[in-house]
């Protein structure tokens, strides 16, 4: 049996005295997306970013991609693809320059900044700085940079925000269902993110309410997050 | 770690040539204090021990605004998340950072130096130049190494332009000292550099000390 991509037990996260995140446990199989839910404030930014190693797990058995977190960091690190709320962009920059910097950091040629360029659809506007980009912009941009060095977990934050129909279409071979690689998806569309999901966790206020096959998931079991 | 930090200089360069916030407020910066010191000390020229005084406190006074900035792109705009995701040796964001202080504080030095001379300085620079360019390099060096570390220490602190100040002002006294000692004889009438070599070897000692303790404790900064 293929190990898990992501395998968790009691994972804990706190922020000085406030517990961010307490008693998460799941395990989410290789190519299978995970939809995180919950309100404002549940910890599911948090979850994200312990997965991407950028914050430090405080309690609990943490393992991504195989790895044990935080010893194994360095070995997650360039395997992961993140996608929160800041676009990780910088604004005198061009979209081409933006992701030509983030290619060399993860030691890729021009070539596929070139074809990431176009697959989000932002030829014509590669060259303008990020500070002049449409927000619909920016987060087509975000899509090619957290994508750029194919990575095989991605950690997406409502990947779909700012974005039109069309480019929302555009991206799902990046980001979609369709994409090679496991996903974790955070969204408060309830309904689309179970649509997409094979796992879903929910979370109030930084405790795990649920973790439950995505098609199990009920009204209920929706309303109890959100009330 | 050459290429990646060459990245990152390269992309910092870039940001601050199209910014230009740090260096341009720098410049400003010395060229303004030289000008109160010619109003605030009454005096037409200055030599010796006090040009050099007034020389190396008015360049790193300028050097906190360069530090302030230092890290600004990588927080406001979440550069910092992005580098600790990609599979990089993290020393090499210290080395960039220091690298870009250093191209900072050349581009500073090109206009204060000159200013000094022309607002304040009696006598004239140009026999001492060799040694003065000897000096200010040294100064240089370190200033970019502890800079960049106090630069990242505050970077994730919410009163950074308070922490900077007082953690690097401390730090440099060292420094200070060496520059200034070694820079008095040179700005003066007739003077000889004769403890040169000991303050540049201070300088010297100062730049490899603090900068292996940085290259060496970076890395945890970046830890959460």
Known sequence: MAEAAIALEGLERRYGDRLALGGVTLTLAPGATLAVLGSNGAGKTTLLRVLATLLRPHGGATRVLGCPLPADGWRVRGRVGYLGHDPLLYRELSGRENLAYHARLHGLGPATVDERIEAVGLKRRGEDPVRDLSKGMVQRLAVARATLHDPELLLLDEPRANLDPAAADALEPLIGRTAAATRVLVSHDVGGALAEADLALGLRAGRQLFCLPAAAVDASATRELYA | ?224
């Open chain 2, 1 to 224: 770690m050459i290429r990646t930090a060459a990245a990152v200089l390269r992309k910092d360069l870039r940001i601050e040539w199209r910014t230009k916030e740090a260096v341009p407020a720098m410049t400003l910066f010395s060229v303004t204090t030289f000008v109160l010191f010619h109003f605030g000390l009454d005096r037409d020229t200055l030599d010796g021990p006090l040009a050099s005084g007034v020389l190396w406190v008015t360049l790193l006074l300028a050097a906190v605004i360069g530090v302030t900035r230092l890290f600004a792109a990588e927080r406001e705009q979440g550069g910092i998340d992005a580098f600790l995701l990609a599979p990089v040796d993290r020393t090499a964001l210290f080395v960039a950072k220091a690298a870009a202080l250093l191209v900072y504080l050349v581009l500073l030095e090109l206009v204060a130096v000159p200013a000094f001379a022309i607002l304040l300085l009696g006598p004239d620079l140009f026999d001492a130049l060799p040694e003065l360019l000897l000096v200010l390099l040294l100064a240089d060096l370190g200033l970019a190494a502890v800079g960049a570390l106090v630069a990242a220490l505050a970077a994730e602190t919410r009163a950074r332009e308070l922490i900077v100040p007082l953690l690097l002002l401390p730090l440099v006294v060292p420094l200070l000292i060496g520059a200034a000692s070694a820079t008095a004889p040179l700005v003066s009438e007739g003077g000889a550099a004769e403890d040169l070599g000991r303050y540049l070897a201070l300088l010297g000692g100062y730049d490899l000390v603090f900068g292996l303790i940085a290259f060496g404790v970076f890395d945890f900064l970046l830890d959460d």
